[in-house]
């Protein structure tokens, strides 16, 4: 971009991550998968009618997709760079009306599903638990995530699950 300013020329180059917008992520239901086209053959029409649709904008080699499974919808995505510059997708949805999951994705020309974990799961009737996570970039790449369980309810003398948990994914090769 040239910019002309009483007889100076200002030349503006961009270049690396200032040139390429940040890729974005979005979610909607995927109404394409009720005619079973998302789904193995021996899925029911139900279950096939459950499915979502992540998209991830503004990536090489063009708009990602992934699939997945949700029946009671999902947070915005949030896109994660770690400190090797690799983005990694954290996608929390809910199954079964019961369930909440979070998936991580690494984003690179496609996106790979490397982790599921369970973040909130129903014990007994009006008593849940659930995992709230903090996110650690590791020098050397990767991601870290830290769960710290709580529950909701009267009843929090459950030993399971586990009080905490460390969640280490691998940076890119």
């Known amino acids: 971009m040239m910019l002309s300013t009483r007889g100076w020329l200002w030349a503006i ?27 193995p053959a021996a899925w029911s029409d139900a279950a096939a009618r459950d499915f ?13 997709r992934f699939y997945y499974g949700s029946d009671g919808g999902a947070r915005p995505p949030r896109i994660v760079r770690d400190e090797g510059g690799c983005d990694y997708v954290l996608l929390e949805y809910a199954v079964g009306g019961t369930s909440v999951w ?39 790449g990767g991601l870290t995530l830290q769960l710290t369980r709580h529950f909701t309810g009267k009843d929090t003398s459950w030993s399971y699950p586990p009080p905490a948990q460390t969640i280490s994914i691998p940076p890119a090769d």
């Open 52 to 64: 979502a649709l992540l998209t991830v904008e503004g990536a090489a080699p063009g708009p990602l």
């Open 13 to 39: 180059a961009l270049t690396g991550s200032a040139a390429a917008a940040a890729p974005s992520a979005t979610t909607r239901a995927a109404p394409e998968c009720a005619h079973r086209r998302c789904v």
């Open 102 to 140: 979070l998936a991580v994705l690494r984003l690179t020309d496609r996106l790979t599903l490397l982790r599921k974990v369970r973040l909130r799961t129903w014990l007994s009737p009006g008593n849940a638990a659930e995992y709230r996570y903090s996110i650690e970039k590791p020098f050397g």
